[in-house]
């Protein structure tokens, strides 16, 4: 008798907790925050009639699910503290359906967890908190019908030396390669079981290094033209586009090699980088990715070291940090 009493008691108390997990509000002010925890910091701001889903109370702050659309572009591929992606610097737009009209906006570097893409827009939720005040009794939004991603546990910090570098992996189906991340500009094909290398992502795009053999006769040269050695820290920010996957030469003062975290978005997390500063002696800070191939040799710099790097630009105007971001061909001491 005691064992099926016990049972009873789990069993409602998990039936209530499922409604009060299940109750639908609306905003009821202009604009309110959403926060990581009670009182805690902010990760958005949504509009007036902004409907989700509540849970528990604590005090006058209710505990919800934020559950939205944000266009790929945003976010980022992210495995912080159990989230699954990481929005970009500059936030991202919240919508309640693809290419909907925006009702909120996140704040930069906000951690998400991916519910399902369609197209280029990306559904997204994360267990958060209100201030109850502001919300209204509402239907349940349609969107809640799919079930939110277990609350994020978080994980101790792993330190960045201890973080391995990304190495090359096969891809499951071929692809095709393009210049610039819109598909436009086709440079070649790769079939399945191709080894790459990721680099970097930006939104559904993935920047790839692939090697490989192309028949060449004995008449012809596939001399490319060499680096730019006259490119400027300024022209290169002021047209970041029109570089973009140029080769170009520079002399930096080496500063030191770090291991990029979730928040640059411009690296892989745990990808070794240069930070250098004075490129081709103007003032300003250069970040280098440095490839498992030339990782020893970088160890071997001294901070403040002069040396001439030839790189490939991956960005020339950082929207993290307004720095360029590029990737080391050659090293000269």
Request: charged letters at 25%; zero cysteines; glycine letters at 10%.
């Amino acid at each position: 008798m005691r064992s099926a009493l016990v049972l009873l008691v789990s069993l409602s108390l998990g039936l209530t907790g499922k409604v009060a997990a299940q109750t639908g509000y609306r905003v009821n002010a202009d604009e309110e925050n959403i926060r990581a925890e009670a009182n805690g910091d902010r990760v958005a701001v949504v509009n007036r009639g902004f409907r989700l889903v509540g849970g528990e109370a604590r005090g006058q702050w209710r505990q919800i699910t934020l559950d939205a659309w944000v266009p790929a572009r945003s976010v980022t591929v992210s495995r912080r503290d159990g989230f699954t992606l990481a929005v970009g610097s500059g936030g991202a737009a919240l919508h309640t359906e693809p290419g909907g009209s925006p009702v909120g906006r996140t704040m930069g570097g906000v951690q998400l967890n991916e519910v399902s893409r369609q197209g280029s827009w990306v559904r997204v939720q994360r267990p958060a908190w209100i201030w109850s005040p502001s919300l209204a009794p509402a239907p349940l939004p349609a969107t809640s019908r799919t079930a939110a991603p277990p609350p994020a546990t978080r994980n101790a910090p792993v330190a960045a030396d201890s973080v391995a570098a990304p190495s090359p992996a096969p891809v499951a189906a071929g692809r095709t390669l393009s210049r610039s991340p819109d598909g436009r500009d086709t440079i070649a094909h790769v079939g399945r079981e191709t080894q790459m290398e990721v680099l970097g992502r930006e939104g559904e795009w993935a920047r790839v290094r692939v090697e490989g053999w192309v028949r060449v006769g004995a008449n012809e040269s596939l001399n490319a033209p060499g680096p730019l050695r006259d490119l400027s820290l300024r022209a290169l920010r002021a047209d970041p586009e029109r570089f973009r996957g140029a080769t170009l030469q520079w002399q930096v003062q080496f500063m030191a090699l770090q291991r990029a975290d979730s928040v640059r978005t411009d690296f892989q997390r745990g990808e070794p980088y240069i930070l250098a500063r004075d490129p081709g002696g103007e003032p300003g800070f250069v970040y280098i990715a440095v490839p498992n191939t030339l990782l020893a040799e970088v160890r071997k710099l001294a901070p403040l070291e002069r040396i001439e790097v030839v790189a490939r630009v991956r960005s020339g105007r950082s929207p993290l940090t307004g720095h360029p971001v590029l990737e080391l061909v050659e090293l000269r001491r």
